[in-house]
């Protein structure tokens, strides 16, 4: 049973680009949240997709936006990036949407680096 | 509006000896309450969760956590350290009718021989 899987691995962009982040869910998981972890600090929440639709999200601007498809996979993307932007991203997926105590599964994360 | 505040950022222990890691919450609504592990270039894993059921929870590893509501904590603790231990570890809070996840700024514990 493959866990949560995430594309690319490491990405450079420089400042003004944009970029595209990927992950496929856990099988039998229909949920999934990105978060964004800066070097020595906690992961913080961007948001969470469930349904096709963004149910919750944390404080970031609207140059973070994202996707949901039918078979549950999610993309993150983030337009006119800025050097503050380079982070790990985590992908977390779990079951039944934002309204339930679920556990969250992690991806490995997608090292980004804006110069 | 909830909060996770991760008392000490390092916690040193001797190997065999026993692991407390702080972590105090505060949430508007009742909360779920997890612990995470994330070791150096490895993606998080679940130690344990607390979802209203027992208030003294018991993870993998060996791991427990005792969910106390009248001191807004959660700490994490084991009887015994090992060296494979040594790793980065946040308390997470999730009020039960919201969905936000808030993170602790984590605790890392270093094992030494």
């Known amino acids: 049973d493959a866990g949560v899987t995430q594309s690319p691995t490491h990405l450079i962009k420089t400042r003004g680009q944009q970029v595209t982040l990927r992950c496929s869910p856990k099988?039998?998981?229909?949920?999934v949240s990105w978060y964004q972890q800066a070097l020595g600090q906690g992961p913080q929440f961007i948001f969470q997709?469930?349904?096709?639709?963004?149910?919750q999200r944390g404080n970031f601007p609207d140059r973070f936006s994202g996707h949901q498809f039918p078979n549950y996979s999610s993309e993150l993307n983030v337009n006119a990036l800025l050097l503050g932007d380079s982070a790990l991203y985590l992908c977390?997926?779990?079951?039944?949407?934002?309204?339930?105590?679920?556990?969250?599964?992690f991806g490995p994360g997608t090292r980004l680096t804006v110069t | 509006a909830q909060s996770v505040t991760q008392l000490d950022s390092h916690v040193s222990v001797s190997e065999g000896t026993p692991v407390l890691l702080r972590c105090n919450y505060s949430?508007?609504?009742?909360?779920?309450l997890f612990w995470y592990v994330q070791h150096p270039n490895k993606g998080l894993q679940l130690l344990l969760k607390?979802?209203?059921?027992?208030?003294l929870v018991k993870g993998i590893n060996g791991f427990e956590a005792e969910f106390k509501k009248s001191e807004t904590s959660f700490h994490l603790t084991k009887p015994s350290a090992h060296m494979s231990d040594a790793a980065e570890y946040f308390c997470?809070?999730?009020?039960?009718?919201?969905?936000?996840?808030?993170f602790g700024d984590g605790t890392t514990l270093t094992v030494k021989p």
């Open positions: 977390a997926s779990s079951r039944g949407g934002p309204l339930t105590s679920y556990e969250q599964y």
């Open positions: 607390y979802t209203s059921a027992a208030t």
């Open positions: 099988s039998g998981h229909d949920t």
């Open positions: 949430s508007s609504y009742s909360p779920s």
């Open positions: 997709y469930y349904e096709e639709e963004e149910r």
């Open positions: 997470v809070v999730i009020p039960r009718d919201a969905g936000k996840s808030t």
